[in-house]
């Protein structure tokens, strides 16, 4: 099967480079799966797993923390604020962050502390059932 480089940036760096032969992506509007070859397309991710498909069948994942996938017929680009491939990922400080989140939702302050508790409750849920392959 033709593969397909796939680059996984952040702010921080470069944290996945590598030939998959499928890229499994959750966009704003809907999960998306991408061949190689497949025709160019820019798309906003939400919060979620990335599943990377290997030559042998077998899937990397990824979690990603929003940004966009750009597609190209010979690359692939995943642009996030942040992301971590599974094996890197700290599921202790993941539930810590989640049991912070948990609380200031319990608070109940104003909007904005709402919406960034909300979305940090997410990143860290991610980051939990990505490292425990639970996707
Ligand atoms: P925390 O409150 O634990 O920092 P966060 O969701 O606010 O979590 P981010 O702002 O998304 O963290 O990320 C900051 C940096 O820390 C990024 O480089 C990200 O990859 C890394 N990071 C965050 N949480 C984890 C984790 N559980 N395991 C490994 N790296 C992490």
């Known amino acids: 099967m033709k593969t397909v480089t796939v680059n996984i940036v952040t702010p921080d760096g470069p944290v996945y480079d590598s030939e998959v032969t499928m890229v499994i992506a959750k966009t704003t509007s809907g999960e998306i799966g ?36 750009e597609v190209r017929p010979e690359k692939i680009s995943i642009l996030a604020p942040s992301a971590e491939v599974a094996s890197s990922i700290d599921v202790a400080r993941a539930k810590e962050a989640l049991s912070r989140a948990e609380g200031r939702l319990q608070k109940k302050q104003d909007d904005v502390d709402f919406q960034r508790a909300e979305l940090a409750l997410k990143r860290a849920l991610n980051r939990i059932n990505v490292q425990e392959g639970n996707i």
């Open 34 to 69: 991408v061949l190689a070859g497949h025709i160019p397309m820019v798309a906003p991710l939400t919060i979620g797993a990335v599943k990377l498909k290997k030559a042998d069948g077998t899937f990397e994942l990824a979690a990603i923390s929003g940004g966009f996938i």
